[in-house]
Nanobody
């Protein structure tokens, strides 16, 4: 079965860096786009970053552009989110999700994702 397991969250100070990982299993990882989302208490879940299958084209929310980097290692079936210059507003639970598969049409990073991990908590203190 499809599984997505996030790790790497924790408590950091403003300005610090953190790298999240999402280990995937149960599907042909390299043929799927992947995304990172986050949800802060009392707020709706929001798109953070996405990476397409194949050429690994990346997409970012304006709030993290220039500070966060999404990447993937298809051999390890893992997607990463490198976070730098972190801010208290980055505090949230972060989730990875599986996007559409190669051949299903163009990848809309803010579109439909069908499987989600359990999330990993990131807290940034000021």
């Amino acid at each position: 079965q499809v599984q997505l397991v996030e790790s790497g969250g924790g408590l950091v100070q403003a300005g610090d860096s953190l790298r999240l990982s999402c280990a995937a299993s149960g599907f042909t990882f390299y043929t799927y786009s992947m995304g990172w989302f986050r949800q802060a208490p009392g707020k709706e879940r929001e798109f953070v970053a996405g990476i397409s299958w194949g050429d690994g084209r990346t997409y970012y929310a304006d709030s993290v552009k220039g500070r966060f980097t999404i990447s993937r290692d298809n051999a390890k079936k893992t997607v990463y989110l490198q976070m730098r210059t972190m801010k208290p507003d980055d505090t949230a639970k972060y989730y990875c999700a599986r996007g559409p598969q190669l051949g299903s049409g163009s990848y809309n990073p803010r579109g439909t994702y069908d499987y989600w991990g359990q999330g990993t908590q990131v807290t940034v203190s000021s």
